[in-house]
């Protein structure tokens, strides 16, 4: 897996991961890369900062560490992410149908033509999303966990 900081042509700044460096690539080209916060298809990669980690200072019993003058609560997403992912959420399981577990079935009937064209969304295991990927299948992950609703 790889993370990817991307940007859209609107300014917004998203993370994503990947399957590969390959997957983005195949998604990305097939316009299935959307931004996060407004939708937009045209995405792009970030300039990312790397992760490094900070050296370990060994601290002698008697010391004790600085604390953080103002501590960062990083649990808490910012309101504007939270109230974008509200209503991206809302609008998707308004103008989509949930298809459950059979996400990955129906998606493919319907690529093969087997099912009428719709919008859905539902749930599939890493290793179906990535077969649909592979064969062609136009879809995307959500950034958050389908309602369990009844079909």
């Known amino acids: 897996m790889i993370q990817y900081a991307l940007k859209c042509s609107q300014g917004h700044a998203f993370d994503s991961w990947f399957q590969s460096a390959a997957a983005y690539d195949k998604l990305a080209g097939a316009g299935m890369?959307?931004?996060?916060?407004?939708?937009?298809?045209?995405?792009e990669k970030a300039i990312m900062t790397p992760r490094v980690r900070p050296s370990r200072k060994v601290v002698a019993r008697s010391e004790t560490p600085a604390k953080e003058e103002n501590?960062?609560?990083?649990?808490?997403?910012?309101?504007?992410?939270?109230?974008?992912?509200?209503?991206?959420?809302?609008?998707?399981?308004?103008?989509?149908d949930y298809v459950g577990k059979d996400f990955a079935s129906e998606a493919r009937k319907m690529h093969l033509g087997d099912?009428?064209?719709?919008?859905?969304?539902?749930?599939?295991?890493?290793?179906?999303?990535?077969?649909?990927?592979e064969d062609g299948v136009p879809v995307?992950?959500?950034?958050?966990?389908p309602s369990r609703k009844s079909n």
């Open 33 to 43: 890369v959307v931004c996060a916060i407004c939708g937009d298809a045209c995405v």
């Open 115 to 133: 099912a009428p064209e719709r919008a859905i969304y539902g749930e599939a295991k890493p290793e179906d999303a990535k077969a649909l990927i």
């Open 140 to 145: 995307a992950p959500l950034p958050f966990i």
């Open 71 to 96: 501590p960062v609560e990083m649990s808490v997403p910012p309101a504007e992410l939270e109230k974008a992912l509200s209503e991206l959420r809302r609008k998707v399981e308004e103008n989509s």
